[in-house]
């Protein structure tokens, strides 16, 4: 590592070490008060400090104190919406699986390293075949590609949408989508069939189906799935799977409090 980069990292451990000072005892703190906790010099607590206020993560008062920011509280909400989806979600899930015995995925809408829009796999429940497909746990897949992200994109609100339909494609398989207008038009019907399809369009051989999921706002939050390998997500049993997975969309969505 370079000593740049080392600079760099000690820089975030301490301004990283500066927020957990912060708690529901003490929600407001003085300069004074942290360098002595940190046991840094004050001129570095105050860079840091400063640093913290100009990106959001927190507020000086009129007082001088500071307190945590409202970048901290959004970052925060993030995390506890995510975690409250999950836990909503599992045991709906489980019982898709248990009912069909396909695998089902959770994913939601994220960024990966190089800043390119993405579905994140937050949740996986495989079934017992001994022909499974590969895990995608926590992996950043295509949103184009991935029947989650275009049932996804299918009722996002349209310049969201647009910023990510716009973006480069790339062919993972012969039968991914590649233009721009035929995402468009696959998005018009997603929206009004209720569920998305992805024929494979990730991978050879894997077929999923998707279904949006929505808060308690209406705002599309995440997409369900059910996936696996073409010799068993055939055409005739394709309308019995969408049907359940519909029905386990919605029973996630309501208990997340939307109500259509």
């Not at 997975?245 to 969505?253: E, M, N, Q, Y």
Request: a negative charge; proline letters at 3%; aromatic letters at 4%.
């Amino acid at each position: 590592m370079s000593e740049q980069s080392s600079k760099g990292a000690q820089a975030v451990v301490r301004a990283l070490r500066i927020l957990k000072l912060f708690s529901g005892k003490q929600n407001t703190l003085t300069i004074q008060q942290v360098v002595k906790a940190t046991e840094l010099n004050r001129t570095t607590v105050f860079r840091l400090l400063s640093t913290l206020v100009d990106e959001g993560f927190l507020k000086r008062r009129e007082d001088g104190s500071y307190q945590l920011g409202a970048e901290l509280m959004v970052l925060g909400g993030l995390a506890g919406r995510r975690d409250t989806l999950r836990q909503v979600a599992q045991p709906i899930m489980q019982d898709l699986v248990t009912t069909v015995n396909e695998r089902s995925t959770l994913e939601i809408l994220a960024t990966d390293p190089a800043g390119k829009a993405t579905m994140l796999v937050i949740e996986e429940i495989d079934a017992t075949h001994r022909l499974s497909i590969r895990d995608f746990a926590g992996n950043h897949l295509p949103v184009y590609a991935t029947s989650t992200g275009k049932a996804l994109l299918a009722h996002l609100p349209e310049e969201q949408a647009s910023r990510i339909i716009h973006q480069p494609f790339e062919a993972l398989t012969q039968t991914t989508i590649q233009d721009t207008a035929d995402l468009e038009q696959e998005l018009n019907l997603i929206k009004k069939n209720g569920y998305a399809l992805a024929d494979e369009e990730l991978e050879d051989g894997l077929i999923a189906i998707g279904v949006p999921i929505f808060d308690n706002q209406g705002t599309a939050c995440a997409s369900l799935c059910l996936a696996g390998p073409s010799v068993r997500m055939t055409a005739e049993k394709l309308p019995d799977l969408t049907t359940h997975l519909v029905a386990s969309g919605k029973a996630i969505s309501e208990q997340l409090g939307w109500r259509n």
